[in-house]
């Protein structure tokens, strides 16, 4: 089994650090307001790793654009992309990327939809350092 993207999940949380919070929400992958673009933390993930994964127009519903995420012109979801960006199991992509309404092992608060940028990338941090200690921790 191939270990996760630490480096690769470091640099996003490094990046989240600089996003001012109003450019940022934690319950939409990516989408256009009046002040500009905000995104999540998979939503970012095209202008950290713009060779890798890319940020696509898709739809517009109740007056908001909608985008897709995309690897190799693949529409993916918030957790594919985590799973293939970082090599993180399906449940260890949804847990990092989405507010889950539990404490996690490696955080100590409840990271909610209304999450900070430097929120999510402290739990990005204190998720790759717990990892190092639980390698096989939900692998599936």
């Given at each position: 089994m191939k270990e996760i993207r630490s480096g690769r999940l470091l640099r996003?949380?490094?990046y989240l650090d600089k996003i001012?919070?109003?450019?940022f929400d934690f319950s939409s992958v990516w989408r256009p307001t009046e002040c500009g673009s905000v995104g999540c933390a998979i939503g970012?993930?095209?202008k950290v790793f713009p060779n890798l994964?890319?940020?696509k127009r898709c739809d517009t519903y109740q007056n908001r654009i909608y985008y897709h995420i995309c690897i190799d012109n693949e529409v993916i979801d918030f957790v594919t992309a985590g799973m293939k960006l970082f090599n993180l199991s399906s449940s260890e992509s949804e847990c990092l990327f989405s507010s889950f309404q539990t404490v996690?092992?490696?955080n100590t608060k409840i990271v909610t939809e209304d999450?900070?940028?430097k929120e999510v990338a402290e739990s990005?941090?204190?998720f790759v350092k717990w990892r190092r200690n639980n390698p096989e921790?939900?692998?599936y």
């Open positions: 996003l949380a490094a001012p919070p109003r450019k970012y993930t095209p994964i890319k940020r996690m092992p490696w999450a900070t940028p990005i941090r204190n921790w939900m692998r």
